[in-house]
């Protein structure tokens, strides 16, 4: 099974200021068609998850910019710019390079 | 609009059985495949289960395989989770996600609690 490693597991931020969580996969998220199979969903208190970001940094519809995500092979990295008080939550990377689909232990970002 | 809504979960003894649904609307259904997301109380996110659109194909966690089954139903656009023997550790919410493996969950239902306990 592919190992996903999210740090920090918390992350306060000031309102305005940015945010970064890293993920770490066990190995290469890279499949033969070229692909990367690396995703981020949030998940706000009380609510399902919601997808963020897939295949590392395409914004799905209706996400702000202010998310973005990078990195390539098994190192990736989620950054929100700009926090504002709706971005409080968790954040969890997922792989769906192949099954089991494993995601982060998920990273907490709350407001200072 | 796509909407996914779960129902049939409930408090269930140790080594009961239950089965979820999932109703999909919004999209055509049996041109997706669907997964069951789980989480415990105060806990992260573990894939359960994933089915083909046709159904042909089915994928489970190691922790559920042998007591739970997906299936769907595309004449009712609906999805299912059969789970036998229950065990404490599945006390959770479930989510019925649509699943491709490259724009993977793009929408989730609101989940739906099961609670296993004597």
């Known amino acids: 099974d592919i190992v996903m490693t999210q740090t920090p597991l918390s992350s306060p931020v000031t309102l305005g200021q940015s945010a970064s969580i890293s993920c770490r996969s066990s190995?290469?998220?890279?499949?033969?068609?070229?692909?990367?199979?690396l995703s981020w969903l949030q998940q706000r208190p009380g609510q399902p998850p919601r997808l963020l970001i897939y295949?590392?940094?395409n914004r799905f519809s209706g996400v702000p910019d202010r998310f973005s995500g990078s990195g390539a092979g098994t190192d990736f990295t989620l950054k929100i710019s700009r926090v504002e008080a709706e971005d409080v939550g968790v954040y969890y990377c997922?792989?769906?390079?192949?099954?089991?689909?494993?995601f982060g232990g998920g990273t907490k970002v709350e407001i200072k | 609009e796509v909407q996914l809504v779960e129902s049939g979960g409930g408090l269930v003894q140790p080594g009961g059985s239950l089965r979820l649904s999932c109703a999909a609307s919004?999209?055509?259904?049996?041109?997706?495949?669907m997964s069951w997301v789980r989480q415990a109380p105060g806990k992260g996110l573990e894939w359960v289960s994933t089915?083909?659109?046709?159904?042909?194909?089915?994928y489970y966690a190691d922790s559920v395989k042998g007591r739970f089954t997906i299936s769907r139903d595309n004449s009712k656009n609906t999805l299912y989770l059969q789970m036998n023997s229950l065990r404490a550790e599945d006390t959770a919410v479930f989510y019925c996600?649509?699943?491709?493996?490259?724009?993977?969950?793009?929408?989730w239902g609101q989940g739906t609690l099961v609670t296993v306990s004597s």
């Open positions: 996600a649509k699943y491709q493996q490259l724009l993977p969950y793009d929408y």
């Open positions: 919004g999209f055509t259904f049996s041109s997706y495949a």
């Open positions: 089915i083909s659109g046709s159904g042909g194909s089915t």
């Open positions: 190995q290469s998220l890279v499949l033969s068609d070229g692909n990367t199979y």
């Open positions: 295949k590392i940094s």
């Open positions: 997922m792989q769906t390079k192949q099954f089991p689909i494993t």
